[in-house]
């Protein structure tokens, strides 16, 4: 239209320099525009196959799960019928009825350490003027970060029976410990590994909230303590349900702590009732196992659902919360420094003392208190590492890590436009199933992947029998995090964006890959931090799908320590915690550069 | 230059009509104003122009070419129809440059590297942005990305350019410089320009002709002088500016002028009605602007139709006019005047031609 626009310009050349400028395009090319062409790459066939690879990854495992609960034989054997022996078999069994009880007294117990404990260091951090609160509020997102099954096996390493500090306590000084193989004992652990949930849903909710109301509460004559228990705590109510919930869920879920404290002492929750029906070699019985896998699936499912409504009823709190602005700050005088000494003292606990667990562990010969440490010294087991299936496994663990990362990472951000940004009719399905396998349990896609890969012929049998299925089983686990980073970060890349896009003739493709995607960047390679880490760390839907020869640093860890090769594990656990930290920190410190590169720029 | 049709919109969301048969014609390389308040469905429209939102019902044509049609399935891509976009929120691309941002509709055109550099070179120029180029947004003041947005949407030549609220992220001073220079750019280019906002003077001050909506329905099409001195229905008279209005019954009626009995009074008023269609008989609601009123002492022996006389309730003054609360018995007016009249009896003359009838909204 230049052409068109300096013809205009001619007909009404009014001397003022606008026109003149006009005039001036005419120069330039008089050429009529090509329209854009429609690209090779059709927007509803790219969008379509986003959503059929989330819903089979997703839903993929839940229907063979499903055939194999009421089927009367396994499916790898000929003739199965239709038959609900597998439920009848479980809900018949005394032992799981008693599982069921323990599970439900360890997530009660669970849910109310990690909820009040978390909701108190959020209060503290976000309300409060304990001393260096900044830094501790990045320190408590350890526990969640740090690798589970590591941690867990530090702790045996320095408090479970025949721990260090066990026989410390014990022997030398005759005070009475804790015993952590027992239901409260577990429930302790599990809730430091979890408080960060409730911590990090508590402190968004205090930040997003206008401390003017506690300012009010204040002016109208109520002392610090009233209003923290008249506005402060009312205010969080939302925030300690959802919390709470979710850990209620990943408590019921939980494999590793149970398993490897609670089951050697005849202590079963669901989950390692299930688990060890399933390996048990004498007498396995899938049908049932699958049928129980159901069951724990359906509670679950309903846990999420309440969720879901959860979020709805705290998005009503949060849009009637002002802008974050100047912070109610409590004085707590005298109680300054213990409160930091408190807050300090869960990290030491949850965090440093099995870490170093681990790190003495990992050079001595056996880590007792009758001699001291320094006259067992011995680098053997940093040595075994070496040793092939140590090796392998380390190797494996970084490839699918790698590689899942950079898969889950893409998926998910195209999946994320999808659901956001696109006009693809079933797009609203999307975020809830992103958001599905988050609660759950590891175990149930584990069950529901070896079934998957069985029924689905020679591509199955490949991913069955080499890394690659257990890789895209840890992918769907934990691609809910992928998209709970990338979602925040796409609200705040305004529509009008790539509505701007569209109209110059770039078509949904190319709008996303030259405008939204490059905008979400920062967001994308947080995501594959964070995806790198959580596959690195995963172990428990491999339970069920590792083989010879396809083992990863968690089921070797978990297989090892049973048989009691308890200094390799400690070296390999802190293998994974230092590379965890590590990939972490240089994440971080790469992500603030771009992102202010980015503004410098 | 295209015309644009617009036909019958209807688009519904939930269970609320946020466009309700919109139907309006806008000429080719004229500047037209969708003006109405916030929700009234002047944006919705203008998206549904660009592609951005699907009608329920209606047809949209630019030129020969329909963009969109309900009945027969048509639906042309946004992408695919060509046309300039300039957002509220300017919507330049922060990862690129100004250079960059302007060089991707060639791009996606397939334009030569060489016709690139000059056709961007050239609309900078014309948007007196051509230092700029090699800028990132976040280092431009918000004028200068407005420009910078509005050459972007010119670079590849449209058929049509649409104004989304494009000032109102402006300050005041900034705002009115800018009016200018958009509305000469335009009128320069030609361009046919579909324009949205909610300041009223922005319309009346840019446009060529003005539709004025509320809650998806149009209630006027005119000029801006048409829809300023002859609103066409309460609303119109209300969001247009400033009105006095006055209810009454129609006493008498010849073919120049009607003459209406103010409700609760004994006041009379005479109406200038050109051949328009008045209602013969009946309630109607008269509207006069507060500046068309003259004021006169009330010691003035003026005493004609339409004079009436009143009581002084307040005096503001508004730096190039004072505003007057009067009351005319229970009736109260606003007016606008140059003098400062003394004394609390005052005499009020309304010209016959300032008044106008108003549609029956009920009827």
Redesign the interface.
Known sequence: MLGRLSHAGGIRSSGSPLTAAADATSSSSTRQLPRPRPSLVPAGALQFLTWALIVTGVVGPFLPLLYASVRDRPLYEDGGLFSLRGYREVLGDSAFWHAALNTLQYAVETTALAVVGGAAIAILVARTDMPARRILSRLILLPVLLPALGIVLGWIVVWGPGGYLTLLADQRLHLPTLAINTIPGMSLIESARLLPIAFLTCEAALSRADSSLEDAARSAGAGPLRVLRSVTVPMLRPALLNSGTLIFTLAIASLGIPLLLGSQRGINTISTYLYLNWTNGANPDPPSVSAGAVILLAIATILLIVRNRLLGAEARFVSIGGRAGRKAMLQLRGLRWPCMAAVTLYLVFSTLIPVLGLALMSVVVILTPLIAPWHLLTSDHWHTLAQAEFRQAIEHSVVISLAGAILTTALVALATLVAHRSRFPLRRTLPFLMLYPRATPGLIIGIGFFWAYLLTGAIGDYLRTSIWGIMVAFCVRDLPFAYVVMYPTLTRIGEELDRAGRSVGAGWWLTSRRIVLPLLRPAIFASFILMFVEILNDYDPALFLVKPGTEVIGTIMLSEFIQGTIGPVAALALVQVAATVVVLGVGAALLKIRVTGEHDA | ?PEIHVDNLVKIFGNQRALDQVTFAVEE?ELFTLLGPSGCGKSTTLLSI???QRPEEGRIDVDETTFFDAERRINI?????????V???Y?????MTVFENLA???K????AKR?IR??V???L??V?MGEYASR?P?QLSGGQQQRV?LA???V????VLLLDEPFSNLDAKLRERARA?VK??Q?????TTVFVTHDQDEALSMSDRVVVMNRGVVQQIGTPEDVYRRPANRFVAEFVGRVNLVQGVVAAHDGATVVVSVDGSSHRLAVAAPGGVVPVSGPVTLAFRPESVTLLPAESTTNGTNTWEGDVHAVAFLGDHYEYDIHVGSLPLTVQSGQRMAGDRIKVHIPQEALSILADESA
């Open positions: 230059m390389g660009a592609g951005f891509a946004a992408e695919r129809r060509n046309l300039g976009i957002f509220q929120s919507a330049v691309w922060p990862h991707f509709p060639l996606v055109r397939r334009v016709d000059s056709r070179a050239d609309v120029e014309l007196e990132y976040h947005a972007r949407a010119l590849y030549s449209p058929e220079w000469e750019l009128r320069s280019l030609g361009l």
